[in-house]
């Protein structure tokens, strides 16, 4: 961070009275967290994490999260190579929900795409 | 849709097989929607749709969602009249995360705010 005013859509942010207090993890412990590229804001990936992820990603400025699958923490990129370097950690209006910003110079899907939104579904 | 190809973070998007094929539902029947700007890419806000929140966003282009704390369906912006265009709908590589790129030309925030995540979590 540096001294120019932190924003986000447009609008300065605010900074939250620090973690944990300010996320509240759901009855499985967890929150959603959708990682966004920093600059272009492409939408790279959701993902869950909980508390001890978070606090890990906050220490690490590199992405953590919970595997509900695995049942265990993951370091994104740990053995890809592709890490996402932690720029921003934001966090919604009911306090449920995260956004890490990031810097993913690789693909950030497990597929080898570059998102793992690449798929469309039909309007109607 | 229009003749040229459709793309997500630089690359062409894949269409998927159909609703409600392409999307897999969790246990209590419901994915987690990332609601993004077209254009500028901002996440305005995160929700949750059931299978009948999701055709009503195919079938009207605006933004249905299910709400877990009143138990219903709801449109967004019908009373605040801050209604959200359609533009795409995205799924994710395992299927379980969609996001809705919109136009919002209002607040998305029921605090006024454009964007829900207007909070900071101070990294390390």
């Known amino acids: 961070m540096t001294d120019e005013i932190a924003s986000y859509a447009g609008e300065p942010t605010l900074p939250c009275n620090g973690f944990p207090d300010c996320v509240r993890f759901d009855d ?3 929150v959603p967290v959708v990682v966004q590229q920093e600059g272009a804001g492409e939408v790279l990936m959701v993902a869950w ?4 992820a978070l ?23 740990a ?16 306090a449920d929900t995260l956004i890490y910003v990031v810097d993913s110079p690789g693909p950030a899907c497990h597929t080898g795409h570059r998102s793992c939104f690449f798929r469309e579904v039909p309007l109607g």
């Open 28 to 30: 499985r412990g967890l």
């Open 49 to 52: 994490a909980n508390a001890e």
């Open 55 to 77: 606090r890990r990603t906050l220490d690490t400025r590199t992405s953590w999260f919970w595997s509900r699958s695995r049942k265990e923490l993951w370091n994104k990129g």
């Open 79 to 94: 053995t890809s190579g592709n890490m996402q370097q932690v720029k921003r950690v934001l966090v919604d209006c009911d």
